[in-house]
Nanobody, 126 residues
Framework: DVQLVESGGDSVQAGGSLRLSCVYS?????MAWFRQYPGKEREKVAG????????NYADAVKGRFTISKDPAKKTLYLQMSDLKPEDTGEYYC???????????????????????WGRGTQVTVS
């Protein structure tokens, strides 16, 4: 079974930086970070494919956020810089194994596209 545990959320001022971590176990070739605002559906922030290291980002975070993965530490990261109040939310790590190409992994955008989830970590930007 896949297990995902996020950490690193905090309260920061606008313009600041944070790095979120997601320690994983199990088979996690297709991974992503999502965020959720109260009363809203989760939205994908960034994705990464294990084999090729290909990544993609939501338009709202391009140039400010970087997703990366360290297989040796079994950790997924989300480096966030130039944070804005609209980045506030609960951030979730997600993974899935059901894909056949890098693009089919990166094209996963819905919550139901991912089979494993962490419990989230809160980011507050003021």
């Amino acid at each position: 079974d896949v297990q995902l545990v996020e950490s690193g959320g905090d309260s920061v001022q606008a313009g600041g930086s944070l790095r979120l971590s997601c320690v994983y176990s199990g088979y996690t070739p297709c991974m992503a970070w999502f965020r959720q605002y109260p009363g809203k559906e989760r939205e994908k922030v960034a994705g990464i494919v294990n084999s090729a290291g290909h990544t993609n980002y939501a338009d709202a975070v391009k140039g400010r956020f970087t997703i990366s993965k360290d297989p040796a530490k079994k950790t997924l990261y989300l480096q966030m810089s130039d944070l804005k109040p609209e980045d506030t939310g609960e951030y979730y790590c997600a993974s899935d194994y059901r894909f056949d190409t890098s693009n089919s992994c990166l094209n996963k955008i819905k919550e139901t596209d991912f089979s494993a989830w962490g419990r989230g970590t809160q980011v507050t930007v003021s």
